[in-house]
C-alpha cells in the first residue's frame, strides 16, 4: 500500500509538470510579440527625429570668427594703510569738546540722526513751477531762470526730500554731522514756538520745559517775530519739512503758517516793513509751491502783492514802462522812495523767486529787480568793463539813491583784511545775481565771488552770520574750487559749534559776537541762519556752477 501511494503521488507530480510546461510554451509566443511590438515603435520614433533632424534646413548665420588672445593678468596694486582723515578747519568756541569730528559722507551712506520721515519716496512729487527748472534766463511766460531747480518733474524744491536730498548731501559735501545738527536745529525750534504759532525773539525761552534756559533776545524796530516766525518756518520746508505732507513737524509747521496768515494785513502785508513782509511771503510762498495747498494761494499772493505795490520806481527813468524793463528798481524799509536798501531788497528777490516757483503773478518785479542790479554794481564799480572775471574783485553797496545814483559802501578793505561792515553788502549782490541770471563765468557774479573768497570766508564762530548765510548760497551756486574751500571751511565750522547736550540750548547757535544783525534778535535768528547755510546741499539745486 505504501508503494501504491508514492507511485500515485509521483504520477500526479508528473502531471503538474507536464502542465506546466504546456503553459510556458503557450507564454512565449506572446512574449516575442510584445518586444516585436515595442521595437516597431521605438525605431518608427528613432527615424522621425532622424528626419527633422536632418531635413530641416537651419537659418544661415554668418558666425564671425573668433580669434583667441591670451591677456596677461594685470599686475597686483600693492596696498597702503589709509591716511586718517583729519579736519583742518580753526574752530574757537565756549562749549563742549567733541571727541571726534564728523567725517564728509559717501552717496550711499547717509545716516541721519532722528530724520526719519513717515512717508518718503526716491521720486517725490512734483515740488514747485515746472517752468522754473530752465537754467535759462527766461522762462516759459516771461519770469527769470529760478535757481533752485530740481530737474525733470520734481520742480524747483525736489531735491529736499528723499532721494534728492540723500544725494544732494553726498554730491556737494555735506556730512552726517551736518544733517544731525539741522534736524537739532529743528527740534530746537519746535521747543521754543509759542502757542499761537510764532517764534518769539524776546520771550522765546519761556516756551521751553528745559533747563537752563536759553537767555532773551532783544526786540529791533518793526515786528521782528513775524520776521522770526518765517526764518523757522523755511528752515523746516529747506528740510523738505511742510504742513501736509505727513512728518514728525507737520504741526509745527501747520501753526507756523497759520500764525504769518492770521496777522496778514488788508493790503497782503506781513508785519510793518518790506523786511519782515519779505521773509513772511518767502515761508508762504515755498509752502504753496511744495504742497499746492488751495488756503495758501491767496495769503502767498496777497504777500506779493504787497512786495510789488512797495517796490521802488527809477527815480532815473524818464522813459517810465516804455523805457525797456520798466519803471521798476530795488525796495527800501517801507514807502517807496529813491533809497534803495541792499538788504531789503534781496529778501524780496528771493521771495519772488519762491513764487515764482508756486507760479504765483509777479508781475514786473523781477525786471525792475535786474535792472537795480545791474546799474547799482556798475555805479558802485565804475571800472566795471575792465574787470578780469576770474582775479578782478567787484563790490556791492548797502544802499543806491536811484536819482543820483549815488551808493553807501564802506571804504575798501586792504589786501587780506576782512571785509568792511554793514555798509558792504557785496554778499547781497552775489545772491541777487545768481537769482536773476547770472552764471559762472559772468563777469558780476565771478568778481563778488573773489571779494567775498578773498575777504569774507569765515574761520572761526561766531561770525557774522547775515554774511555768512548770504555767502553760503551765492558760492555754492558759484561752484568748483571756491565752494570745496568754502565748504571745507564753513561746515565743519557750524556743525562744532552748535550747542550740544541736555537743556534749553541743545540745538541752537550763540549770538554774542555774531555782528550786524544776529546779536540784536538773539538766538533764534543766529539759528535760523546756521540751520539754513547747512540745509544749502539741497534747498536749491545748484546751477549758476554748472555753465560758463
Not at 517725490?124 to 525733470?152: C, H, L, N, Q, T
Not at 505732507?245 to 506781513?270: E, F, R
Amino acid at each position: 500500500m505504501a508503494n501504491d501511494d508514492i507511485d500515485d503521488q509521483n504520477d500526479e507530480l508528473l502531471d503538474e509538470e507536464q502542465l506546466e510546461g504546456e503553459e510556458e510554451e503557450s507564454r512565449r509566443p506572446a512574449g516575442w510579440a510584445g518586444w516585436l511590438i515595442s521595437f516597431c515603435f521605438h525605431s518608427l520614433l528613432i527615424f522621425l527625429m532622424a528626419s527633422i533632424y536632418f531635413l530641416v534646413k537651419p537659418p544661415d548665420v554668418d558666425v564671425p570668427p573668433v580669434r583667441v588672445a591670451t591677456i596677461e593678468p594685470p599686475p597686483k596694486k600693492e596696498e597702503k594703510p589709509k591716511e586718517e582723515r583729519t579736519l583742518q578747519t580753526e574752530v574757537q568756541l565756549d562749549v563742549e569738546a567733541e571727541s571726534d569730528h564728523p567725517n564728509p559722507i559717501s552717496n550711499l551712506d547717509l545716516p541721519v540722526e532722528n530724520s526719519e520721515r513717515e512717508e518718503e519716496s526716491d521720486n517725490p512729487v512734483a515740488k514747485g513751477r515746472e517752468e522754473a527748472v530752465a537754467d535759462s534766463e527766461m522762462g516759459g511766460s516771461g519770469a527769470f531762470m529760478a535757481i533752485g531747480a530740481g530737474g525733470g518733474s520734481s520742480g524747483m524744491f525736489g531735491s529736499r526730500t528723499g532721494g534728492g536730498r540723500k544725494r544732494a548731501v553726498g554730491k556737494f559735501g555735506g556730512s552726517k554731522g551736518s544733517e544731525s545738527a539741522v534736524d537739532a536745529a529743528l527740534r530746537w525750534f519746535k521747543k521754543h514756538q509759542s502757542p499761537n504759532g510764532m517764534w518769539d525773539c524776546v520771550g522765546y525761552p519761556a516756551n521751553c520745559t528745559e533747563d537752563p534756559k536759553c537767555e532773551p533776545g532783544t526786540k529791533r524796530e518793526g515786528d521782528p517775530n513775524v520776521a522770526m516766525t518765517g526764518y523757522a518756518v523755511l528752515c523746516f520746508l529747506g528740510a523738505g519739512y511742510d504742513h501736509q505732507t505727513p512728518n514728525k513737524y507737520k504741526a509745527v509747521v501747520k501753526k507756523g503758517i497759520d500764525y504769518l496768515v492770521s496777522i496778514q494785513k488788508a493790503d497782503g502785508l506781513l508785519g510793518e516793513r518790506n523786511y519782515e513782509n519779505a521773509v513772511a511771503t518767502m515761508a508762504l510762498a515755498e509752502a504753496f509751491a511744495m504742497t499746492g495747498d488751495p488756503a495758501l494761494k491767496t495769503p502767498a499772493q496777497n504777500g506779493v502783492n504787497a512786495i510789488l505795490a512797495h517796490q521802488n520806481t527809477d527815480m532815473s527813468d524818464k522813459g517810465g514802462k516804455d523805457s525797456g524793463y520798466g519803471n521798476g528798481f530795488g525796495w527800501d524799509y517801507v514807502a517807496p522812495n529813491a533809497r534803495n536798501d541792499s538788504s531789503v531788497s534781496g529778501w524780496n528777490v528771493m521771495a519772488l523767486k519762491s513764487a515764482l516757483a508756486g507760479q504765483l503773478n509777479v508781475g514786473n518785479g523781477m525786471e525792475g529787480a535786474k535792472k537795480w542790479l545791474e546799474r547799482t554794481w556798475k555805479a558802485t564799480n565804475p571800472d566795471w568793463a575792465k574787470l578780469d572775471p576770474y582775479k578782478g574783485e567787484s563790490r556791492y553797496p548797502y544802499c543806491i539813491d536811484s536819482g543820483t545814483s549815488a551808493v553807501q559802501i564802506a571804504p575798501a578793505p586792504g589786501p587780506g583784511a576782512k571785509s568792511a561792515d554793514g555798509l558792504d553788502l557785496t554778499c547781497v549782490g552775489a545772491v541777487c545775481a545768481v537769482f536773476l541770471g547770472h552764471h559762472a563765468g559772468d563777469t558780476m557774479l565771478e568778481t563778488l565771488a573773489n571779494y567775498i573768497m578773498d575777504h569774507e570766508t569765515p574761520k572761526s564762530y561766531p561770525c557774522n552770520t547775515y554774511k555768512m548765510y548770504y555767502n553760503t548760497l551765492s558760492i555754492f551756486q558759484v561752484g568748483g574750487d571756491r565752494w570745496k574751500t568754502w565748504n571745507g571751511s564753513v561746515r565743519d565750522m557750524l556743525v562744532n559749534s552748535q550747542k550740544k547736550g541736555n537743556g534749553c540750548f541743545d540745538g541752537s547757535w550763540d549770538f554774542t559776537g555774531t555782528a550786524f544783525p544776529g546779536y540784536d534778535t538773539g538766538r533764534v535768528l543766529s539759528t535760523a541762519y546756521c540751520c539754513l547755510s547747512l540745509e544749502v546741499y539741497y534747498r536749491y539745486a545748484q546751477v549758476a556752477g554748472g555753465k560758463k
